[in-house]
């Protein structure tokens, strides 16, 4: 029974991060979105405090690199009191986006934290009353890239019931996080290590169950690409080895993506049906909404277009945005649309055909230009994604199908 | 496809009609204005494409019934039908095929080929002339044409590039101001300012928190430095405020020197002297009053000792008089014991006079006494009592019963007489019978009834005659007049029968009246002797149950005399045997013969209680006597005894008794006193004692106070006593002040504390004083200065701390720049569907338009009879123009109306033409060529004869005679509505 622990896996708290894809959520909403990752660093201290875990890994990311606050050292520093006051241990590294704390670092942590300033794998034991009983092992970053593969210098220090080991990296050939202390699934799970504490990677994931080998994920979502519960992992651990793993919610404001089967919409009533049904059908939470309308019909197109969807999404917010658990739209797309005579017509009419033909081919820079080349605006401006390429072309086009057949009556 | 048949189940004016097409490739529908040709087109529309409910109403049948009907079409060499009903299935199609069978929804779809009614009605459903061209035909223009016919037609692309450059420009310019863009680029530059301003967040805090912490260290440096002066004035004040101090220490060495160190004198002696002499004072006194009362007490004990008597004589008055107690009592008893012999005495010789007996007291109780004497006597007098008064009883009642029965006796002889013998009662019964009888019979004898109905009989026995004598008398009459003489003999024989009755009638009468009186007066006699019997008998009656009443009273009487007589016997001979005892007690107890035995009952208790009476008042006689005799004992004692001490001659022996006592009294008090004297006598001796003792530490100490002070007495102790209060005092204050300037001038006190001559001066002291505090208050003033500093970077640290500001204004920064790029790329994407419509139409331009003039050459090259040969763009002019068979080319400004209509048409038909080649779906064509010439019309025919080839042209036309002999084939169709 002495030898059972239990501890709270998180990381990427990005306090005070940025929020992106915020473009029509009211003030007041957005006072609150603002203070969402505070919000989520609290509700971890609460729930520490709540389960009176033994310690908390923080795997990298505690901040955001975009502009430091004085504020944001405050908060992270407030809670570590709070949870040095109930006796709670912190082991804490540092990661691509807040690797500069290594060096420069004005906050003294209490003594509750245990930080890993080095950016060589090294190792610190947890006592518990008064016996060395988890090993826990971890480095952080010196430099923004990792490029070199850490697993190596994981290396269980022995005599000790337990070993842990804290990662801040992503699993090699992944191509958008190459250069974040590649691993490989296989090298973590041949250790001889009790768990594997992943961060870096916003959206959770178990990769291994035994052993665990786990992203915690961000504790609070920041924009569409980080949709539902966000939080941390709460772990114990006992000598039969067998780790129990909960995911515990942390987050103040969930985003959330919805995808509504739209082909039988025509009208803007049925529209406004069908949305206020999903959002009825929607637990209650404070929640950004990111709705994807597929199969939409020419008709749909054309009320999109004609600003009737938009003033629909203003009629549905404010039916929700003043509840304690708020709910606001952010932004509804047309994806994909139904299979209708119009799509045939693009084959028929040799102008239509000729027109989206031509969309295989567009000179983006020439396109861009204007606007991305200009003087003032270029340096708010970032070179687009191929995806976003891609979903700016598609809804080109669903303009123009509008433009130029939408709002056609079959009849004379 | 091809339609082949037309079925109106109702639409507009048409109802129930049928159009056969055959499937003709060519199929013209020939009508004048109002025939229906626009109906039936918009039906054929319909069954393809449908129509919305609203339109649908336009076309209910005129007459009632159902709107709809059906095509039949031909493809690829196939039939099928389409069926649409307005209110069936919500109008929507329903197909079959050949056989029958239902085919899918999507099938009409399917076949229509994607074409909606829209693109047909571009497409294959046109009016030849409603191309408006201008003279000119540039290639734009030709464009437009183009463009015009497609699906979306050339105002719908214009219209959308306007729209989608109007957006973009109210999105942005490169050099304004107010598009939303550019507002937001203002807005975004301000809003990067303020973050630029406020990202050094943490290098300022930084530099305030090393600012803080420096000016921390000066704040400690100078409390130091405060603290070691602040320690040197409050020494420096301690010097002045103990000053006085240090020179009343220096007076009082002074004093002291007068004075031996160390004072020889005990240790609080004075004080202890007094004490101890307040002590012994009442001692002392208690002492010699505690003497004084020794001897007086001693003195009255021997005063007392004279007065009393000796002890020989004491013990023989205490004995007399303790015997004297029971010498009185005796006294007393014997006074009661006479007292209640004279009373014994006295109620003897009152129960003797009582029983009036001749008898002694000695007789008496000489009287031979056994057991159950007294229940014998009273046995005997009881029984004889009670039985001599059964007998009077007995006696009485025989005497009543005698008397009783005497009178019954007469009683008896006088019912007797009043009561009838057996005999006579049967006689009288006998009698009474018969009379009864007599009575009976009188009464069933004829009765007055009896001849009154025999009168009645009569009566009616002479009507029946007279009525017989009447009927003879007529009947002559009535069967002839000649027979006159008999009916007058009948009535008179008649009248002398009639009147002889009524004789005989009155004579019965006479005869029964006197029957009848003499029969009553022989019944009145007989009931008369009948009640007299009656009374006899009742009388009998009554009487003969007394009688029997009376007779059982006096047998029970008789009984009852037997009974009283047989008691009366028995009681005499149980008082016989009574007599018999009586006798015998008398002649035991000879008293008793003096008395009857009624007075026997009480008699012996009454001599049993006087036996005892006497037998007590004996005994009381005899203890009286022996009192007596003790009495005279004791007289004699005490007279011998104390002969010298009473005067036995002048007082009587109880008067000499009570002098005994009084005497003895007064030594017992004496007594008592003597004692009470000793006890005193002693405890004084004792407390004596117990002075002594205490007096004799308190003397000790004294002397042992004088030899310390080495003084010989009190006076001269007192004296010493008081140089050493002095000399304490003066010492106490040294001390006194020493420890004052050792406890708040501990550094100093070496200094201060030698005896003779001043070590420092007042002035000196205050002037150190003043300059020390002089510098307090400088490095006070700096100290405050360095921790307003401190406190100033503390709330700059705080304020840093709390500050939301750059969270907030990155925040609305990334916000607004988020916007703008979102706002940024809705822009691109309006940007890029311009860009896209003005690439294409440019391209449209340059790739198709010559396809369409080729084919439009080839139609214009047969509709002119191959006059003009091909149609081109003059790239240098970029206008089309027109190549003649002679090779001459002419703008469209110089050709004639007629070749530019003709012209219009082939470019309509080559669009079409080019526009249809993925549906082969029927064209739907309005009559265009009115004004045309017949060798026009040919033409036209060979336009639509190479466009049937693919398609089913129906060519809707007001006349017949358009197309009659104009050269159109036998195997088209012609339908006259």
Redesign the interface.
């Known amino acids: 029974m002495e030898k059972k622990i239990s501890f709270i896996h998180c990381a990427d708290l990005h306090l005070?991060s940025?929020?992106?894809?915020?473009?029509r959520l009211p003030a007041h909403l957005?006072q609150q979105l603002?203070r969402s990752t505070f919000d989520a660093l609290d509700n971890l201290v609460a729930l520490a405090i709540n389960k009176n875990v033994d310690f908390i890994l923080i795997v990298g990311d505690v901040f955001d690199e975009?502009?430091?606050?004085?504020?944001?050292?405050?908060q992270f520093l407030m809670a570590c009191q709070k949870l040095e006051q109930a006796g709670i241990e912190i082991y804490l590294s540092f990661g691509n986006h807040d690797y500069n704390q290594t060096k420069?670092r004005?906050v003294q942590f209490p003594d509750n934290v245990h930080l890993f300033d080095s950016d060589q794998v090294t190792s610190k034991v947890f006592k518990k009353n008064g016996k060395p009983l988890v090993a826990i092992h971890g480095f952080s970053y010196l430099e923004r890239a990792v490029t070199i593969n850490k697993t190596d210098q994981y290396q269980a220090v022995p005599n000790l019931p337990y070993q842990i080991a804290m990662l801040h990296g992503s699993i090699q050939q992944s191509k958008e996080h190459d250069h974040y202390a590649p691993f490989q699934l296989s090298d973590l799970i041949n250790k001889p290590f009790d768990y594997w504490a992943l961060g870096h990677i916003h959206k959770r994931a178990i990769l291994s169950e035994d052993p665990p080998v786990v992203y915690s994920g961000n504790t609070q979502g920041r924009s569409v690409k980080e949709v539902g519960k966000k939080g941390c992992y709460f772990v114990s651990l006992d000598q039969s080895k067998k780790a129990q793993i909960h995911f515990e919610a942390l987050h103040a404001i969930q985003f959330d993506q919805l995808t509504i089967d739209v082909r039988h919409c025509q009208q803007i009533d049925q529209l406004y049906q069908i949305l206020s049904d999903q959002m009825k059908q929607l637990e209650k939470a404070r929640r950004i909404l990111f709705i994807k309308l597929i199969n939409y019909q020419d008709a749909l197109l054309s009320l999109y277009h004609q600003g009737k969807i938009a003033d629909l999404i203003d009629v549905l917010n404010e039916q929700y945005q003043d509840q304690s658990d708020w709910l606001s739209i952010q932004q509804v797309t047309l994806t994909e649309q139904a299979k209708s005579?119009?799509t045939?017509?693009e084959?028929?009419?040799?102008?239509?055909k000729?027109?989206f033909q031509?969309?295989d081919s567009?000179d983006w820079d020439?396109?861009?230009s204007?606007?991305?080349h200009?003087r003032?605006?270029r340096?708010?401006?970032?070179g687009?994604t191929e995806e976003?390429k891609q979903q700016?072309?598609e809804?080109?086009?669903q303009?123009?199908r509008f433009?130029?057949?939408g709002n056609?009556?079959?009849?004379? | 496809m091809k339609i082949k048949r037309i079925d109106i189940y109702g639409f507009g004016k048409w109802q129930d009609k049928s159009f056969d097409l055959e499937g003709k490739g060519f199929v013209a529908i020939i009508g004048d204005n109002e025939t229906g040709k626009t109906t039936l087109r918009a039906f054929i529309l319909f069954i393809l494409f449908g129509l919305s409910p609203q339109k649908r109403q336009r076309y209910l049948p005129k007459q009632g019934g159902k709107l709809g009907g059906r095509l039949v079409v031909i493809i690829d060499d196939k039939d099928y039908t389409i069926e649409r009903i307005h209110d069936r299935n919500q109008a929507e199609p329903v197909c079959y095929n050949a056989n029958g069978q239902l085919l899918s929804k999507d099938w009409l779809f399917t076949q229509l080929n994607g074409v909606t009614r829209a693109l047909f009605d571009q497409i294959f459903n046109f009016d030849v002339l409603s191309l408006q061209i201008g003279e000119q035909l540039t290639r734009d223009q030709l464009g437009q044409v183009l463009l015009s016919v497609g699906m979306t037609g050339s105002d719908r692309i214009y219209q959308a590039e306007k729209n989608l450059k109007q957006h973009i420009q109210s999105q942005f310019k490169p050099q304004g101001r107010k598009p939303q863009l550019n507002q937001m680029i203002e807005l975004l530059d301000e809003q990067a300012d303020k973050v630029k301003q406020l990202e050094d967040d943490i290098p300022v805090y930084i530099r305030h928190q090393q600012l803080k912490r420096e000016y921390q260290k000066q704040v400690e440096q100078t409390e130091q430095e405060l603290q070691s002066l602040n320690s040197s004035l409050v020494a420096l004040k301690e010097q002045q405020r103990l000053y006085p101090s240090l020179e009343n220490y220096q007076l009082v060495s002074e004093q002291l020197n007068a004075y031996p160190d160390p004072f020889p004198f005990p240790e609080q002696g004075e004080a202890r002297f007094k004490q101890l002499k307040d002590g012994l004072q009442p001692l002392e006194a208690e002492y010699e009053v505690t003497l004084q009362k020794i001897t007086d007490l001693k003195t009255d004990l021997n005063a007392l000792q004279d007065k009393m008597t000796s002890s020989q004589i004491k013990q023989e008055i205490d004995q007399v008089l303790k015997q004297s107690q029971s010498y009185l009592e005796e006294r007393t008893w014997i006074k009661q014991h006479k007292q209640q012999i004279d009373e014994y005495t006295e109620e003897i010789n009152e129960r003797l006079d009582q029983l009036k007996l001749a008898i002694t007291e000695t007789e008496l109780l000489n009287l031979p006494f056994g057991y159950g004497t007294g229940e014998t006597w009273q046995h005997i007098s009881e029984r004889y009592v009670k039985f001599n008064e059964e007998k009077t009883i007995l006696q009485k009642n025989l005497t009543k019963l005698k008397e009783e029965h005497n009178k019954q006796s007469q009683d008896w002889q006088l019912l007797k007489d009043h009561i009838l013998t057996s005999f006579e009662l049967e006689t009288l019964k006998d009698e009474k019978d018969q009379l009864m009888d007599a009575i009976t019979q009188s009464k069933s004898s004829l009765s007055k009834e009896q001849l009154d109905q025999l009168a009645t009989k009569q009566r009616s026995v002479q009507y029946i005659l007279f009525a017989c004598l009447t009927l003879v008398a007529i009947s002559p009459l009535i069967i002839s007049f000649e027979w006159w003489w008999l009916s007058g003999f009948i009535m008179i024989l008649g009248t002398t029968v009639l009147i002889n009755n009524k004789r005989i009638e009155r004579h019965v009468l006479s005869m029964t009246q006197d029957w009848r009186d003499q029969h009553q007066k022989e019944i009145t006699a007989c009931i008369e002797r009948k009640k007299q019997i009656d009374d006899q008998l009742n009388e009998h009656h009554t009487y003969r149950d007394q009688f029997i009443l009376l007779e059982q009273v006096v047998e029970r009487n008789e009984t009852d005399q037997l009974k009283v007589g047989q008691q009366l016997d028995r009681v005499e001979q149980q008082l016989q045997i009574l007599d018999q005892s009586i006798d015998e007690q008398r002649s035991l107890f000879p008293l008793l013969k003096q008395l009857t035995p009624e007075r026997w009952s009480s008699l012996y208790d009454r001599l049993h209680t006087l036996i005892e009476l006497i037998k007590k008042r004996d005994q009381l006689m005899e203890h009286q006597q022996n009192l007596i005799d003790q009495q005279g004992e004791f007289e004699d004692r005490v007279q011998t005894g104390l002969a010298g001490m009473l005067d036995f001659q002048s007082l009587s022996f109880i008067d000499a008794l009570e002098e005994l006592k009084t005497i003895s009294i007064e030594q017992k008090k004496l007594l008592q006193q003597q004692e009470t004297l000793t006890e005193r006598l002693a405890y004084q001796e004792e407390a004596l004692k117990t002075l002594t003792a205490k007096m004799r530490p308190f003397q000790n100490e004294i002397n042992s106070l004088l030899e310390k002070a080495a003084v010989e007495d009190e006076e001269a102790f007192i004296g010493q006593a008081q140089a050493y209060e002095h000399w304490h005092q003066l010492k106490g204050k040294q001390m006194q002040l020493a420890q004052q300037i050792k406890l708040h001038l501990p550094e100093q006190q070496s200094e201060w504390l030698k005896i003779g001559g001043h070590p420092v001066s007042l002035s000196s002291i205050e002037d150190k004083i003043n300059t020390c505090q002089g510098q307090l208050e400088a490095l006070n003033e700096r100290l405050n200065q360095l921790r307003q500093q401190v406190a100033d970077q503390q709330a700059i640290l705080k304020q840093h701390e709390q500050s939301r500001q750059l969270v907030d204004v990155k925040h609305d920064y990334y916000y607004l720049k988020e916007s703008f790029e979102w706002n940024a790329k809705q822009w691109l994407t309006y940007q890029l569907a311009l860009k896209q419509i003005e690439k294409t139409k440019e391209k449209f331009q340059i790739s198709y338009l010559p396809t369409v003039l080729e084919k439009a050459s080839y139609y214009f090259n047969k509709v002119t009879g191959q006059n003009y040969q091909h149609l081109f763009f003059d790239d240098h002019e970029q206008r089309i123009h027109v190549l003649t068979a002679t090779g001459v080319s002419y703008q469209l400004d110089e050709l004639s109306q007629g070749t530019l209509d003709q012209l219009f048409i082939s470019i309509r038909f080559a669009i079409s033409e080019w526009l249809a080649i993925h549906a082969t779906l029927p064209f739907l064509i309005d009559d265009g060529f009115v004004h045309f010439d017949q060798n026009r019309y040919k033409v036209i025919y060979q336009m639509i004869k190479e466009l049937k080839g693919k398609h089913q042209i129906i060519f809707f036309t007001k006349s017949s005679e358009i197309f009659a002999n104009k050269g159109l084939a036998n195997q088209d169709k012609y339908i006259t509505l």
């Not at chain 1, 975009?66 to 405050?74: G, K, N, P």
């Not at chain 1, 084959?347 to 239509?352: G, H, K, L, S």
């Not at chain 1, 340096?379 to 970032?382: G, I, S, T, W």
């Not at chain 1, 056609?408 to 004379?412: A, H, P, Q, R, S």
Request: aromatic residues 14%; charged residues 30%; proline residues 3%.
């Open positions: 005070d940025p929020f992106k894809g915020m473009s957005y603002k975009s502009i430091q606050s004085v504020y944001a050292e405050m420069q004005f005579i119009d045939t017509l084959a028929r009419d040799p102008f239509m000729e027109l031509g969309f567009i020439e396109v861009m204007e606007l991305w200009h003032k605006a340096r708010f401006l970032n687009l976003e700016i072309a809804e080109a086009k303009l123009l433009q130029l057949t056609d009556t079959y009849e004379d």
